[in-house]
Structures are given as C-alpha cells and as structure tokens.
C-alpha cells in the first residue's frame, strides 16, 4: 500500500484511480484502461513496484508508485542514487516492465506488451538522452542520429533528410559527418538530442543530460531542453542537480522508491 | 532493418577491427583452401585415371602372360606351355559375348635402328584386327591387315616419336628398319596417343616409342626364349560393355583347364578397374570430407569465439540500438550477418588460397590438379554455412541482453 498517491498531473480533477480493483483479469484491466484515457494523460502509473533479486534478498527499487504525466508537461525527477528514478526512468522508457502494479502509456499497458512491442513503442514515441551520450563511436553523427529510423525501416533517402533536419534544429549543421570522438562533449549531446527528436518521440526522456558537461555547456543544453518544451514536447529529466530541475515547470522527489514530494501535488 | 544494410553495417565493424577479422577468418581460409586443393588434386587424379582406363579400352578384357618366377619355370612349363595362341583361338570359340579377339606379344629386341640411327623402342607383335581393340590411331600409311599376317610379311607400322627419333621429319614409309636382325619395311605411322606407362599395376603400352608388326612374323622370324611364354597378351573385344566381369570368369575358366590350373596369366577387366577407381575415389572423398570437415569446425570455432567476445565488447552499442527501437530479431540478424560475412570472406580467400596451392603442386609436383567449380561451391557453401551456424548462439546471447542492464554495461 502506497501512502502517496500523486492525484492528478494538470491539476485535473481525476480520482486515485488506484485501490486494487482486480488487477487481474481483462474485464478489469480494459475497465482501467478507459478509465484512465479520458483525461489525457500521456503517462499512468498504478501502484507500480519494481523489485530485484540480489541473491536470496528482494530488493525494492520502486515502492507503489502512483503517478500521471499529460502530454506537454516539463518535469524533473529528482531524488539521490539509489532512490530509484534510475529505475523509474528505465519504466518509463519502456526499456523495462514492472514487477506489479499497472503502468498506462497512451492508455495503453505497457506490461502486457511483448517484447518486440514494447521496441515498437521506444522507436516510435521515445526518445533517450542518455547522461554518457550513449552514440555508436564508429557512425558518425548523422548515421547516429538516423539509427531510429533504420529500426523504423524508413529508407535511406529519407533517413537522411530527416537526420540533417535533426540536427541542424540541434544546432549542429556544420558538423554531421564528423564522429563522436571528434566532437565535444556538448556537442556529442546534441547529437543524442537529435537522435532522440528524430521519431518525433511524444515523450523525450533526459537521465542527467548535463552530467557530463561543464557548467556553461550544461546551461546551453538546459536551453534546448526548454526550447524542445516550447516546441509541445514531453520533457522527463532524470537529475540530481537543483539548477537542472529548476528548468521543469513540475518536480517529483523520490526516496526509497517512493515518491516523496511531487509539486504538482502540493500546489 | 534490411538484409543488404545489415551487411554493409557488418563490413563496416569488421573493418573497423581489420586485424581481429582476419585473424577470425584464417581458420576458414585455410579450411576451404585446403579443401579446394585436395579436391583438385583427387579431380586430377580421376581425370588422369579414367582417361588411362579409358585407354585400355572399357569394352575389352585382357589376358596377360604371367611368367612364373626363375626357379620353378622348367616345372612350370611342364604343365603348361603359357599364353599362346590355342589360348586365343579356344577363346574365340567357346567364351559367349566375344566379338574379337587380338594375339600380342612383346619382343625384347636388343638394337633397333634405321638408316644408321640407333633407337630404344618397344616392340609388339600384334593381330591385324589389334588396332581396332587398343584405339590405335594412324598418322600416316596403313596398319598390316590379316594377308600381312597369314604371309608373315616383313612389315611395320610405328610409334610418332619412334619415328621422328629414326627418320626425322622425312616421311618414314616405304623406308625400312631393322629390329635384332630382321628387316621390317615402314607401311604406317601411328598419331601420338597416351604417354603413360603403367596405371594402378596394370602396364599401359605407351604407342609412341612402339613398332608393331604381324603376330605371326614376330613368332616366327624373332628367337625367343623358348621357355618363355609365346603370347605376351591377349585382347578380347566384348560384344556387350557391361559384360566384362562375366567374360572374365568364364576366360578364367576355360584358361585355368588349358593351363592345367597353372597361373601363369592373369586377367584385366578395365570396367572393373574403373569401378575400383571409382570406390577408391569414394573413400578419398569420404576421407577429405571428413578432414575438411574438420578443419572447417575449428574455422567455425575461431569464428564463434570471436563473435562472443564481439558480442561483449559491445554490449553497450547492443543497449543503444534496444533503445531506440531495435528488436531481439533486429540483434540477432546483425551478428548473424556480421559471421555470415566473416565465414564469406573467409571462403572466398580460401578458395584463391587453395586455387594458388593447387597451381603450385601441379607445378612443383608434376601432378595433374583440376580445380571443379563443383568443390568452389562445396566448400564455401559449407563455409558459409559453418559462418552462419557459429554464428547464432553468440547473436542470441546479445539479442537476449537486457536493454538496461546493456546500457549500464561499461
């Protein structure tokens, strides 16, 4: 049982649509899922847990969490290593499923889906920033930034007008044949930018997109970041820095896998 | 992701670790070089066989005189006289399916020469109809027909090279040579033929250094020792191909009764010769199979070990491309293909490797070697397909990766 329910995302008048009604089921489960859908809301967590074995003992990286995100928002999960936002962003991303609870992206239940779906979903809808960059050191930064599109199977022509587009909306117009070693580190985010907008994802999620960089080429990636926003984007940023969150309109702490504060919530 | 992309993809990173791809694809360049060679060098062989059985002639069946060993001879010849032409003749009448039947005998002539040019030659004394049944073929001139023979006529017909050796370009008919000490006159010359003097024990009478002349004169003008056996050979055309083994039995037979159950002949079946070849060549086959077999195993081996530590190393790059939206299958296919390519490089070096050491052999070792587009496509088939099936686990073991635990993966 879960303390914290983080009541609606926008403020919306939506009940905790938690409480175990039959979680299993697929009478209950559709009931949920059209219960969820009619407000919006872009992402849905229900009383979800994630739990490891490590040897004989279980351990909880995330505790029943509650929590709605709607499309548009700007937010910041906050919280110190070991809280679990790692694990929460993975869940989010859909790189990973839940050990319980129900987990809504699009109204959709992300645990039930396969694993090839659940490829689908990451290809056509997120796009990762990931804090060590995470690009394929022997492409250079349009083949990078096209990889999308190759597992989307977008041909090649294509591929590649889109790729330039990306990346010169990142601000890096002049450099899209040069590889990752041959670009700074602010530089080698942009590309990672560019990657993840290529799919025009409806959700960009950041796991300490600065964490990497220096101060001056944090602020300017920040400002993508906020400019991405402007532009109807879905902004998740993983980070334990106060100035990076101070960029999102809305801050979830986490502690012990459960969220302790979400600004949305409290006012 | 397409298959034609995916194999560029996988050029691109074998490239990029240019010296660990080759060193991955060594196992398999000298496993299909070594194939390729062998094979080439058992195709050469066969080639080489066939076209010595060919030779004899696959629609005969040969006696030939056996002369027993020094000691017992004169017991020997007691019992029995040796090939000789009461042999040919009963032959003739009471062995069913024989067309024809050809005398030969072999003199050991101790000076061969014309026009004052001293030869090494061999020579035969031969049936008319003889020519028919070896596949002599004739340059020049006539071969001796059978009134030759009933006159015991003094003539020869002669090997090309015999006959450069003797009388030079001139044109050697109507001339005479001397064999010991009887004078033949030149009426035929025979075109080259095969060069090769005996295949798997059984003599081959090479044409080229050979005089022919009418059996009968050879027996009657040339000193032989007379215990030696009259006839050296006989030749029996068959009327069916297929019969020669049967034939062989009942020659056996009959002979085994005229020599007084003496073995002083022994018979040549060239059809059962080229069956022999045949499961010789088999068993080479099966023995090669296995040895390239086994050198392509530790080709696949080499290529599955490095394909695991390719599997490892970027095990990041595997939780990338999950990230943003590749498939278990998408994985799979990229080290699949990225083997595939190995194992295709790999044969394709192996087969100019094998094509260079079957060269080299046949010119070092004087031994035929035919390299058959049949053993191109075998061995790197089988290349290909040890590539591809090495392959797969380490391709499974990165499409089974967990997405999360691949991206924390350093």
Redesign the interface.
């Known amino acids: 049982m879960t303390e914290l329910t983080t009541g609606s995302a926008t403020g919306q008048v939506t009940g905790p649509r938690t409480g175990p009604d039959g979680p299993d089921g697929p009478d209950g489960s559709d009931a949920a899922r059209r219960g969820g859908d009619p407000s919006g809301a872009l992402i849905e967590l229900q009383e979800v847990s994630r739990w490891y074995q490590v040897g004989s003992s279980q351990v909880r990286a995330l505790d029943g969490v509650d929590l709605r995100i709607a499309a548009g928002e700007y937010i910041a999960i906050m919280g110190s290593s070991g809280s679990g936002k790692s694990t929460l962003m ?1 869940l989010l ?1 859909c ?2 499923t839940p050990s319980d609870g129900r987990y809504l992206f699009r109204g959709e239940a992300v645990e039930k889906l396969s ?2 779906h659940l ?2 979903v ?3 809808e997120i796009g ?1 920033v ?1 804090q060590s960059f ?3 050191p ?1 492409g250079n930064a349009l083949e990078n930034v096209e ?2 599109l ?4 977008v041909p ?1 022509a294509q591929r590649r007008r889109r790729a330039r587009r990306a990346l010169e909306r990142v601000g890096l117009g002049e450099r899209m044949e040069h590889r990752p070693s041959e670009l700074s580190g602010g530089q080698r985010q942009r590309v990672a930018i560019a ?1 993840a907008l290529i ?1 025009d994802p409806s959700l960009l999620l950041a796991d300490e997109p600065t964490g990497n960089l220096d101060s001056s080429t944090s602020e300017e990636i920040m400002e993508l970041m906020d400019e991405l926003h402007r532009g109807g984007t879905t902004v998740i940023l993983v980070t334990h820095e106060t100035q990076v969150a101070a960029h999102a309109a809305r801050r979830i702490e986490l502690l012990d896998g459960r969220i302790r504060h979400d600004s949305a919530a409290s006012g | ?1 397409k298959l034609r ?1 995916a194999f560029a993809a996988a050029l ?2 074998l490239s ?1 670790h240019a010296l660990r791809s080759l060193l991955a694809t060594l196992g398999v360049v000298f496993g299909v070089g070594a194939v390729i060679a062998m094979l080439s060098i058992g195709a050469g062989a066969e080639s080489q066989a066939l076209e010595m059985i060919r030779s004899l002639g696959l629609e005969n069946v040969l006696v030939r005189s056996q002369e027993p060993a020094e000691a017992e001879r004169r017991e020997v010849r007691e019992k029995s006289l040796g090939l000789s032409l009461r042999d040919s003749e009963a032959i003739l009448d009471a062995v069913p399916g024989v067309l024809m039947v050809a005398s030969k005998v072999e003199i050991e002539p101790y000076s061969v020469l014309a026009d004052g040019v001293v030869s090494r030659a061999q020579v035969f004394g031969v049936a008319a109809h003889y020519r028919q049944l070896a596949n002599l073929d004739l340059a020049q001139g006539r071969f001796f027909d059978s009134r030759d023979e009933e006159d015991h006529a003094q003539v020869a017909v002669v090997g090309k090279a015999l006959s450069r050796r003797l009388f030079g370009y001139r044109s050697p008919l109507g001339r005479t040579l001397k064999v010991d000490d009887v004078w033949l006159e030149v009426v035929g010359v025979l075109a080259a033929g095969n060069e090769q003097e005996s295949f798997e024990g059984v003599a081959l009478s090479s044409s080229a250094d050979a005089v022919y002349l009418p059996v009968t004169t050879a027996l009657r003008k040339f000193d032989r020792d007379p215990l030696a056996s009259p006839l050296s050979e006989i030749v029996i055309r068959l009327e069916d191909e297929e019969a020669g083994p049967t034939v062989a039995r009942v020659v056996d037979g009959l002979l085994s009764r005229l020599h007084a159950g003496v073995e002083d002949y022994r018979l040549v079946v060239p059809q059962a010769l080229l069956e022999q070849n045949r499961r010789t060549q088999r068993l080479f086959n099966i023995v090669m199979g296995c040895i390239a077999g086994i050198s392509l195993l530790v080709g696949g081996i080499g290529i599955m070990n490095i394909m695991l530590a390719t599997v490892l190393e970027r095990t ?2 595997i ?12 994985i799979l296919i990229q080290f699949v293909v990225e083997s595939f390519t190995i194992s295709l490089l790999g044969g394709l070096a192996g087969v100019a490797f094998g094509v260079l050491i079957a060269k080299i052999i046949a010119a070092s070792a004087q031994w035929p070697t035919l390299v058959e587009p049949k053993a191109i496509l075998i061995s790197v088939g089988v290349a290909v397909a040890v590539g591809i099936a090495s392959g797969l686990y380490p391709a499974r073991r990165a499409a089974m990766l967990d ?2 635990e691949s ?1 924390r993966y350093d």
């Open positions: 993975n991303g790189l990973d694993d090839d490829a689908e990451r290809n056509a990762f990931f995470h690009l394929l022997r990889l999308p190759v597992y989307a199977g090649v990657r799919n | 992701m992309e691109g990173s990029a990041r790059e939780g990338i491309r999950r990230a943003v939206g590749a498939k278990r299958k998408d997405p999360v991206l």
